[in-house]
């Protein structure tokens, strides 16, 4: 009975663990993010789409982090100049990106499509000079019909320039769909390009120190081997990264150990499912002049 009664009790609170370590906090808790080359280039080419109401597509790998670049983007938009429009759910049919870009734009969405376009149209001239930003998050799951919907409301009361900025975000078989027939339409509007790739290895080591540091750990906490295991295993993506390392972190932290072993990554490994590591493609960024 009492080995059973011990065997059923919780284990230590994470952040009982964290403060054995010396942290503020549990390291890794928040999607992994590290600014590089990349993303920069990413951020000002969101940054042009924005001041000019162009179309920009950026892409990549699940989770090398995409959406959480664009929403930190996002969040750093003034907000007396840009009125930024998340669509996330891309199994909107046509007529249901309508009804909720007219609930995103503060009027009442209609069943009806007319009265839901004019209500976009009032929206759209009653902010005047602020810059409306749509993202649509995970694009190539949107239908031919809802692209178009986007792609018509660009040219809404024949405007010049565009009624607003379009951020495309998907995976990097996007713009090869886009360049199709029944996409050319949208496909000859887009501006830029920025395809996002793994970290490469010095990434995945600055993202592990500083994410560390965040939470005031300072000295080496992460062996050698340990982070070769957690580079190959994630591919370099920065979600995969961020459990593995979370989860390496809490196997050493509930041992008892200072730093974090290989053997703590393979626990990680056959805990995280989605832990193989992939090979990527090649990175690109483009600006059409």
């Not at 009125?83 to 007219?102: K, M, Q």
Request: with cysteine.
């Amino acid at each position: 009975m009492e080995a059973s009664s011990m065997k059923n009790q919780p284990g230590p609170d994470l952040s009982l663990l964290a403060r054995q370590w010396g942290a503020t906090a549990v390291p890794f808790r928040q999607m992994a993010w590290l600014s590089t080359p990349h993303s920069q280039r990413a951020g000002a080419l969101l940054d042009q789409a924005a001041a000019l109401r162009s179309v920009v597509l950026l892409d990549g790998p699940n989770g090398v982090g995409k959406s959480a670049l664009v929403g930190r983007w996002v969040h750093q938009l003034e907000p007396r100049l840009y009125r930024p429009l998340r669509l996330t759910h891309a199994s909107l049919s046509g007529s249901g990106v309508l009804h909720a870009l007219t609930a995103q734009l503060g009027k009442p969405a209609s069943g009806i499509r007319a009265k839901n376009l004019a209500r976009i149209e009032a929206a759209l001239g009653e902010l005047g000079a602020i810059v409306p930003v749509i993202v649509l998050d995970e694009a190539q799951h949107y239908s031919v019909s809802s692209l178009d919907e986007v792609r018509l409301l660009l040219g809404i009361n024949l405007a010049e320039p565009s009624a607003f900025a379009l951020i495309l975000i998907g995976d990097e078989y996007l713009l090869s769909s886009l360049r199709l027939r029944h996409q050319r339409a949208l496909f000859s509007r887009i501006s830029g390009h920025c395809r996002l790739p793994a970290w490469s290895r010095e990434e995945v080591r600055e993202y592990l120190r500083a994410s560390l540091a965040a939470v005031g750990i300072e000295r080496e906490a992460i062996e050698p081997a340990a982070t070769a295991l957690l580079t190959s295993a994630s591919g370099g993506l920065a979600r995969s990264l961020c459990l593995l390392a979370r989860s390496a972190w809490i196997s050493a932290a509930r041992a008892g150990a200072t730093t974090v072993s290989a053997a703590h990554v393979q626990e990680a490994i056959e805990a995280v499912p989605g832990a193989a590591g992939l090979s990527m493609p090649p990175s690109r960024c483009e600006t059409e002049p």
